[in-house]
């Protein structure tokens, strides 16, 4: 019998390699505007951890060490203002992306089910629904969810708006997803980055937001953004301690396991505020560089309110604007790369270094 390959879609980021190539004809080379990665360096705390721990032997644990599993359920405490968790409410992951891939196998979800995923989204939850075989609506209306959605997400800052949400509005997620018996999962891994307050971003088990039930709730956290850990894949979920008992018990059989210097890498990154801050701090200052570039240029930036990203528009299709941004050596994202209800916008990272985000600023000036 022949062998079906899975229906995936092309990878977008190969739809930018002609404008990459134009953008790199700039006398003064490429500025690549268009990808999250972090550019400035590890902390040192993180990195004495991660060199403490390399006598790794045994087999780490699937689960997390006790350490490290108390290591979220603090930050979760100190940072979130959720303080109810115990260690079984918490699991670490090989990053966050792998287990927004693969939550709706691991759920069982398939070809009768629906996933929700925002208007405008990162488009892994929609890989993840194809992976499990099962169909996706892009919808931030939860009067718009079928009847048979058994995985709703929700993410909050947004990829790529950074559209937050604030408590009343997970409340009418988690009320929803509740009345259809789904699975609500609240992608938070920008939540640390916060432009309109030095506080993180409500999460999903704020008890504000879930009235002390957890059932059915997860919130998924990475720590590649607030400390510079995306060569690590740092990540974890908290909330229903069933759905963590059942994410453990299929993680063991697959064998996805963070490994032993990782784990004390992430106890020593949840355990230090200050690196954070500083990071922030960082972030911030490229951002108003950038950022007052840009709406000079003409652009208006809608929503950003957190996260790592601008997102802009001048009432053009967004390929256009990123061949113009190309022809000036920088190179950004069509919203189309997040679904088909944003044409007109593109995504602008911040990922950059002083110099680069001062140099872009200067290049963007030339759109005007």
Request: hydrophobic share 45%; charged share 20%.
């Given at each position: 019998?022949?062998?079906?390959?899975?229906?995936?879609?092309d990878f977008?980021?190969?739809?930018?390699v002609?404008?990459?190539?134009?953008?790199?004809?700039?006398p003064?080379?490429i500025?690549?505007?268009?990808?999250?990665?972090?550019?400035?360096?590890?902390?040192?705390?993180?990195?004495?951890?991660?060199?403490?721990?390399?006598d790794?032997?045994?087999?780490?644990q699937?689960?997390?060490?006790?350490?490290?599993?108390?290591?979220?359920?603090d930050?979760?405490?100190r940072?979130?203002?959720?303080?109810?968790?115990?260690?079984?409410?918490?699991?670490?992951?090989?990053?966050s992306?792998?287990?927004?891939a693969?939550?709706?196998?691991?759920?069982?979800l398939?070809a009768?089910?629906?996933?929700?995923?925002?208007?405008?989204?990162?488009?892994?939850?929609?890989i993840?629904?194809?992976?499990a075989?099962?169909?996706?609506?892009?919808?931030d209306d939860?009067?718009e969810?079928?009847?048979?959605?058994?995985?709703?997400w929700?993410n909050?800052?947004?990829?790529?708006?950074?559209?937050?949400?604030?408590?009343?509005?997970?409340?009418?997620?988690?009320?929803?997803?509740?009345?259809?018996?789904?699975?609500?999962a609240?992608?938070?891994?920008y939540a640390?980055?916060?432009?309109e307050g030095?506080e993180?971003?409500?999460?999903?088990?704020?008890p504000?937001?879930?009235?002390?039930d957890?059932?059915?709730?997860?919130s998924v956290?990475?720590?590649?953004?607030?400390s510079n850990?995306?060569?690590y894949?740092?990540?974890?979920?908290a909330?229903?301690?069933?759905?963590?008992?059942?994410l453990?018990?299929?993680?063991?059989?697959?064998?996805?396991?963070?490994?032993?210097?990782?784990?004390?890498a992430?106890?020593?990154?949840l355990g230090?505020?200050?690196?954070?801050?500083?990071?922030?701090?960082?972030?911030?200052?490229r951002?108003d560089?950038v950022?007052?570039?840009?709406e000079?240029?003409?652009?208006?930036?809608?929503?950003?309110?957190?996260?790592?990203?601008?997102?802009?528009?001048r009432?053009?299709p967004?390929?256009?604007?990123?061949?113009?941004f190309a022809?000036?050596?920088v190179?950004v994202?069509p919203g189309?790369?997040y679904?088909?209800?944003?044409?007109?916008?593109v995504?602008?990272?911040?990922t950059?270094?002083d110099?680069?985000?001062?140099a872009?600023?200067?290049?963007?000036?030339?759109?005007a």
């Amino acid at each position: 019998m022949a062998r079906t390959p899975l229906a995936l879609p092309d990878f977008p980021w190969d739809a930018l390699v002609p404008y990459a190539t134009i953008a790199k004809k700039h006398p003064g080379g490429i500025i690549d505007l268009s990808v999250g990665s972090p550019v400035d360096p590890t902390p040192a705390v993180i990195r004495d951890a991660l060199n403490a721990a390399t006598d790794a032997h045994a087999y780490p644990q699937v689960a997390g060490t006790p350490a490290l599993r108390e290591s979220i359920v603090d930050w979760y405490s100190r940072r979130r203002g959720v303080h109810d968790l115990t260690v079984a409410n918490v699991l670490p992951s090989i990053g966050s992306k792998e287990l927004i891939a693969w939550l709706p196998l691991m759920l069982g979800l398939g070809a009768d089910d629906v996933v929700v995923h925002p208007a405008v989204a990162y488009p892994t939850y929609a890989i993840g629904a194809a992976l499990a075989g099962a169909s996706v609506v892009a919808s931030d209306d939860p009067a718009e969810w079928p009847e048979n959605t058994k995985l709703v997400w929700v993410n909050s800052p947004g990829n790529p708006d950074g559209r937050v949400l604030d408590v009343d509005g997970l409340k009418r997620a988690v009320a929803r997803a509740r009345e259809l018996g789904a699975v609500i999962a609240s992608d938070e891994c920008y939540a640390e980055l916060n432009w309109e307050g030095d506080e993180p971003t409500p999460s999903i088990l704020d008890p504000r937001v879930i009235d002390g039930d957890r059932s059915s709730v997860l919130s998924v956290y990475s720590l590649s953004k607030q400390s510079n850990l995306a060569g690590y894949r740092a990540g974890f979920v908290a909330g229903c301690s069933d759905l963590i008992a059942e994410l453990l018990g299929i993680r063991k059989h697959a064998g996805l396991i963070p490994p032993a210097p990782v784990q004390a890498a992430m106890i020593a990154a949840l355990g230090d505020e200050a690196h954070v801050a500083a990071q922030r701090e960082l972030y911030r200052a490229r951002r108003d560089r950038v950022k007052t570039a840009v709406e000079a240029a003409g652009f208006r930036v809608d929503h950003s309110e957190a996260g790592l990203y601008l997102w802009a528009t001048r009432g053009e299709p967004s390929w256009q604007t990123v061949a113009a941004f190309a022809e000036v050596g920088v190179l950004v994202v069509p919203g189309s790369f997040y679904g088909d209800n944003a044409p007109e916008h593109v995504r602008i990272a911040l990922t950059v270094t002083d110099a680069q985000a001062e140099a872009a600023a200067e290049r963007i000036a030339q759109l005007a």
